[in-house]
Nanobody, 124 residues
Framework: QVQLVESGGGLVQAGGSLRLSCVASGRTFSSYAMGWFRRAPGKEREFVARIRWSGGSTYYADSVKGRFTISGDNAKNTVYLQMNSLKPDDTAVYYC?????????????????WGQGTQVTVSS
């Protein structure tokens, strides 16, 4: 079992920045990759970014590429999402997640562990 706790959400104006954090506990060694999803009002949960612990390989959704950066601190069992140039369309509940299988997965059902979410609101 892996437990994930997100923090860092809040209210920011368009063009601003936020950094989200996700602390993992439990059997963290069983996780192959960690990442972020989001659910905007009236939309389905969508993939945002992912990072593999070994080698630090990253993958981003086209909608955030060039604006968001995912990173990890293995010593702290923590993954971060640095969000720059935020847009109102980025408004959503952001979820931290982890999966045990190898490869890149962008479908929520393929991920094994989830945090409770943190609200990000971008005003115009």
């Amino acid at each position: 079992q892996v437990q994930l706790v997100e923090s860092g959400g809040g209210l920011v104006q368009a063009g601003g920045s936020l950094r989200l954090s996700c602390v993992a506990s439990g059997r963290t060694f069983s996780s192959y990759a960690m990442g972020w999803f989001r659910r905007a009002p009236g939309k389905e949960r969508e993939f945002v970014a992912r990072i593999r612990w070994s080698g630090g390989s990253t993958y981003y959704a086209d909608s955030v590429k060039g604006r968001f950066t995912i990173s990890g601190d293995n010593a702290k069992n923590t993954v971060y999402l640095q969000m720059n140039s935020l847009k109102p369309d980025d408004t959503a509940v952001y979820y931290c997640a982890a999966h045990r299988s190898m490869g890149v997965h962008t479908t929520p059902k393929m991920w094994d562990y989830w945090g409770q979410g943190t609200q990000v609101t971008v005003s115009s």
